[in-house]
């Protein structure tokens, strides 16, 4: 079923997800089957080329790479020596690769055993719920959940419906509607006022923000309706009050990963000062890689690496020089929507790299945005960007309620199931003209 569901976009593209998963299946298994150290690490090695090489670097990145190799070799005063091609992107590559690559590596580390089962080794990267867009899962935490019998009354049918419109009403009523706004602005900051330029830097942000995890929670809601959990993917990343806690709230399976797989591999911090240093900043650089090949990226990913870095080494010189201060609480609950507003501003503001199409363009909104310009800001702008902004602000409290703060929400089942016909009328009512489709969907 996923593998119809996949092949339904692309029916070619079917036999590179087969062929990643079979690199994977038997890789691991003469892994976990060797007692030789130095076949085990050829094993992984091959693994690695094969998945990010052969697979996703030439897919996603062979373009931007043959490009930007052409134009230095002209600059130069050679001719390119690498063909142009147009290579269409496969749906769910970045997703499916690390996830293909976590089983590989969690038995090589002796985590798991390796899957006997190819079936369900092969269900296990192509989870149709989540294949395309994420959550980002990994074998130690799904394949035990593929061994256990499915119950249609242990189905938490409640749940899964209020994912499922919770989701919805995040992508359809309010991201799709604010995309247009977002996309104007964009398109052209030199027409808008430096207002409308924060209001469109915002717009964005809450735009993927709200496209992304209402994907997650539909996609949660349909795993769970088929009997299994898939990862928590966002806890509301808006209270954040440093960059580094925004990132253990935002896209949380692909912090974890690039935690995981990259960070510790390279040493995390059981190294060097400088080593330490520099592999929080590059397991972030690897980050911006991840979500494209555009320089737009890699410096987006480069700037979010300085942010972890620098908070980083401030944590460390407040801990050397002043191990005994103390904030009192009072100082404290005063300092914290300053350091909110810290957090939301360097996302925001370096979230216009991430959207831009190139560094031109987001060098000069930008600029509009802190230094003062004149231009448009047109009122439906304002009527239909801050209802959504307003929506994203209550909803992060109610979150922060419940899961920050244990508070139960007790709605009887019978009110609840009774308001659905009328939260339908108004998902169509309030669900904008055509189809838009989901951000990550290009990652």
């Given amino acids: 079923m996923s593998y119809i569901f996949y092949m339904s976009w ?6 590179l997800i087969l062929l990643s998963t079979v690199i ?5 298994d003469l892994i976990f089957e060797s007692k030789d150290q130095s076949f085990r690490k050829k094993m992984i090695v091959i693994s690695l080329v094969l998945n990010l090489v052969f697979i996703l670097g030439f897919f996603k990145y062979y373009g ?6 052409n134009a230095f070799l002209v600059t130069l005063g050679f001719p390119s020596l690498f063909p142009i091609l147009k290579i269409v992107l496969p749906v769910g590559i970045s997703f499916y690769t690390f996830q293909s690559l976590s089983y590989t590596i969690d038995v090589y580390r002796g985590a798991i055993p390796s899957e006997k089962n190819f079936i369900k080794f092969a269900l296990f990267v192509s989870f149709f719920p989540q294949l395309v867009a994420g959550p980002i899962v990994t074998a130690k935490s ?9 119950k249609i009354e242990d189905i938490p049918f409640r749940k899964a419906i209020r994912y ?5 009403f995040k992508k359809v009523v309010l991201s799709d509607n604010i995309s247009p706004i977002a996309d104007l602005i964009f398109k052209n900051p030199d027409a808008y006022s430096t207002e409308a330029l924060w209001l469109g830097a915002f717009l964005f942000w809450v735009q993927v923000y709200c496209d992304f995890s209402g994907y997650t929670d539909m996609a949660y809601s349909a795993a769970l309706l088929l009997g299994y959990e898939l990862p928590e993917n966002f806890r509301m990343p808006y209270i954040s009050q440093s960059v580094t806690e925004h990132w253990r709230r935002w896209h949380i399976t692909l912090s974890s990963w690039l935690r995981d797989y990259v960070y510790i591999s390279l040493g995390g911090n059981r190294v060097g000062l400088f080593r330490h240093r520099f592999n929080v900043w590059f397991t972030m650089f690897v980050g911006g890689i991840w979500h494209g090949a555009n320089w737009t990226f890699l410096i987006w990913g480069s700037i979010q690496g300085g942010f972890l ?4 080494v401030l944590k460390e010189w407040k801990a050397k020089l002043f191990p005994n201060l103390t ?4 100082w404290d609950k005063l300092l914290t929507p300053v350091r909110v507003l810290y957090a939301s501003s360097v996302a925001v503001t370096f979230g216009v790299i991430f959207r831009s199409a190139n560094i031109e363009s987001a060098l000069k909104m930008i600029h509009g945005m802190y230094v003062y310009q004149s231009g448009e800001l047109r009122p439906y702008m304002l009527k239909q960007g801050i209802p959504a902004i307003l929506c994203v602000i209550i909803g992060h409290y109610l979150g922060w309620l419940i899961y920050e703060k244990g508070k139960e929400l007790k709605i009887p089942a019978w009110l609840e199931f009774s308001l659905y016909p009328l939260i339908a009328f108004c998902f169509a009512v309030l669900s904008p003209d055509g189809e838009i489709p989901f951000i990550y969907f290009d990652f």
């Fill in 10 to 15: 692309n029916w070619k593209f079917g036999g």
């Fill in 142 to 150: 799904f394949l035990p959940q593929l061994q256990t019998e499915k």
């Fill in 327 to 330: 904030v009192p609480d009072s």
């Fill in 164 to 168: 499922f419109l919770m989701g919805y």
């Fill in 64 to 69: 931007f790479l043959s490009e930007n190799l």
């Fill in 309 to 312: 870095l620098i908070e980083s």
């Fill in 24 to 28: 994977d299946f038997f890789l691991a």
